[in-house]
């Protein structure tokens, strides 16, 4: 069996930059050194001017309160010491009882400390949330393979992007094994969202990567992966969990050229060669992973062409359920024709942009996409994977779960998204 290849990983964690970013301060010292001289001395000139029918400078004290929400914990600390002090310094030279002076600073300080304190409290839930959202996120990426990857059959770049929402998380899932019987794909997503739904995804990639290397027929690694959901899912009925299914599509590359397929409730590929593109036409769809015992009918392969130099798309339902503005849904197959000529990772660069564009940078749903390439059938495999790396090791591959140091950082910049 050839080697494979696939991109590096980095030590960074996805979560990382979120993490960090909940104590950085939205506004620039600078900015708030001359917005904060600017207020002090209009007020200052205000309170001077009502003399002592109105004292206007105490009113500052309410400042540290706004620079809770918006300033660094470092920031807030230096505002409420410099109101602290001008309302001391006017305190001082105001008449009035040694009562008044008392209580006039007493409260000044403590309406800076509570501003301190939220700030603080802001700072430390913020963060705690960043951690929250990143982490099923972090987890996730770990788990599914870096792309592009390459074997004898297939060169296999990806397109997949979570949704970092606690609530939102989902159950995406795809793999890519080289076996003695060919090369195996899996492309699934998971009922549901959260953790439970990455948990099912994460048992259904399991059961896939030991059964397409042990079992000798597409039906039968099927097969494995029902067992694999039904008996998650009867754990997660002991610990009181929702159970769930998985929508897939399970694919079987081998040195000829057609591909076997059995498809588990999943979208239908899409194939791109000659410069054209068209859904592939499946005749037999049959129920996700988990409810084959709702069905009395046996899941069978099924095969259609596809010759060297073409390129198969697959994607999950956060592609073709991505809404624009109105609410009308993104249309796949319209689009891809404008970009059938392209080669499978610009071609998952031009899909990603593509649906930025449409839906406005709003995502409900995980979007994963594979873009599968025919490799020659003449053993031309190393000339192509090669083209691949070179490619996506620079700024591009990096974007992948795990990237180039120097130069993938510089590209999940541009695409954080591209795998």
């Given at each position: 069996?050839?080697?494979?290849?696939?991109?590096?990983?980095?030590?960074?964690?996805?979560?990382?930059?979120?993490?960090?970013?909940?104590?950085?301060?939205?506004?620039?010292?600078?900015?708030?050194?001359?917005?904060?001289?600017?207020?002090?001395?209009?007020v200052?000139?205000?309170?001077?001017?009502?003399?002592?029918?109105l004292?206007?400078?105490?009113?500052?004290?309410?400042?540290p309160?706004?620079?809770?929400?918006?300033?660094?914990?470092?920031q807030?600390?230096?505002?409420?010491?410099?109101?602290t002090?001008?309302?001391?310094?006017f305190r001082?030279?105001?008449?009035?009882?040694?009562?008044?002076?008392?209580f006039?600073?007493?409260?000044?300080v403590?309406?800076?400390?509570?501003?301190?304190?939220?700030c603080?409290?802001?700072?430390?839930h913020?963060?705690?949330?960043?951690?929250?959202?990143?982490?099923?996120?972090?987890?996730?990426?770990?788990?599914?393979?870096?792309?592009?990857v390459?074997?004898?059959?297939?060169?296999a770049h990806?397109?997949?992007?979570?949704?970092?929402?606690?609530?939102f998380?989902?159950g995406?899932?795809y793999?890519?094994?080289?076996?003695?019987?060919?090369?195996?794909?899996?492309?699934?997503?998971?009922q549901?969202?959260?953790?439970?739904?990455?948990?099912?995804?994460f048992?259904?990639?399991?059961a896939?990567r030991?059964?397409?290397?042990r079992?000798?027929?597409?039906?039968?690694v099927?097969?494995?992966?029902?067992?694999?959901?039904?008996?998650?899912?009867?754990?997660?009925?002991?610990?009181?969990?929702?159970?769930r299914?998985?929508t897939?599509?399970?694919?079987?590359?081998?040195?000829?050229?057609?591909?076997?397929?059995?498809?588990?409730?999943?979208?239908p590929?899409?194939?791109?060669?000659?410069?054209?593109?068209?859904?592939?036409?499946?005749?037999?769809?049959?129920?996700p992973l988990?409810?084959?015992?709702?069905s009395?009918?046996?899941?069978r392969?099924?095969?259609?062409?596809?010759?060297?130099?073409?390129?198969?798309?697959?994607v999950t339902?956060?592609?073709?359920?991505?809404?624009?503005?109105?609410g009308?849904?993104?249309?796949?197959?319209?689009?891809?024709?404008?970009?059938?000529?392209?080669?499978?990772?610009?071609?998952?660069?031009?899909?990603h942009?593509?649906?930025?564009?449409?839906?406005?940078?709003?995502?409900?749903d995980?979007?994963?996409?594979?873009?599968?390439l025919?490799?020659?059938?003449?053993?031309?495999?190393?000339?192509?994977?090669?083209?691949?790396?070179?490619?996506?090791?620079?700024?591009?591959?990096?974007?992948?779960?795990?990237?180039?140091a120097a130069?993938?950082?510089?590209?999940?910049?541009?695409?954080?998204?591209a795998?």
């Amino acid at each position: 069996m050839a080697q494979k290849w696939s991109g590096p990983r980095s030590g960074a964690a996805p979560g990382a930059d979120g993490v960090g970013a909940a104590s950085r301060s939205r506004i620039g010292n600078w900015a708030l050194v001359g917005g904060l001289s600017l207020l002090t001395v209009f007020v200052v000139f205000l309170d001077i001017s009502t003399g002592n029918d109105l004292r206007v400078v105490p009113l500052l004290v309410v400042v540290p309160a706004l620079a809770s929400v918006y300033c660094s914990l470092r920031q807030t600390i230096w505002i409420a010491v410099w109101i602290t002090t001008v309302v001391v310094g006017f305190r001082a030279g105001a008449d009035g009882t040694f009562w008044d002076f008392v209580f006039g600073i007493g409260f000044a300080v403590l309406a800076c400390a509570l501003g301190v304190a939220a700030c603080a409290a802001r700072i430390r839930h913020a963060t705690e949330m960043a951690r929250l959202r990143s982490a099923a996120v972090t987890l996730q990426r770990q788990i599914l393979r870096p792309l592009p990857v390459g074997t004898d059959h297939v060169v296999a770049h990806g397109l997949y992007e979570p949704i970092e929402e606690d609530r939102f998380v989902g159950g995406d899932i795809y793999e890519v094994v080289e076996s003695p019987y060919g090369t195996r794909v899996i492309i699934g997503d998971v009922q549901g969202k959260g953790l439970a739904a990455i948990g099912a995804g994460f048992a259904a990639i399991a059961a896939f990567r030991e059964a397409a290397i042990r079992e000798p027929t597409l039906t039968g690694v099927v097969e494995a992966l029902e067992d694999a959901v039904v008996r998650h899912n009867v754990f997660s009925a002991q610990t009181g969990e929702a159970e769930r299914f998985v929508t897939a599509l399970v694919l079987g590359f081998d040195e000829g050229g057609r591909v076997e397929v059995v498809n588990c409730g999943h979208l239908p590929p899409r194939l791109l060669h000659g410069g054209r593109s068209s859904a592939v036409t499946l005749h037999r769809t049959y129920v996700p992973l988990g409810l084959a015992g709702l069905s009395r009918e046996a899941r069978r392969t099924e095969s259609f062409d596809f010759p060297p130099g073409a390129t198969l798309l697959v994607v999950t339902d956060g592609v073709t359920e991505a809404r624009d503005a109105t609410g009308a849904f993104y249309p796949l197959d319209e689009r891809i024709g404008a970009w059938a000529g392209h080669g499978p990772r610009e071609l998952l660069d031009a899909l990603h942009v593509d649906l930025e564009e449409f839906s406005g940078g709003v995502r409900r749903d995980d979007i994963a996409a594979l873009a599968l390439l025919r490799t020659p059938a003449d053993g031309g495999r190393p000339t192509v994977v090669a083209a691949a790396v070179s490619a996506d090791a620079a700024p591009d591959a990096a974007a992948s779960p795990g990237g180039a140091a120097a130069a993938g950082e510089a590209g999940a910049r541009r695409r954080p998204a591209a795998v």
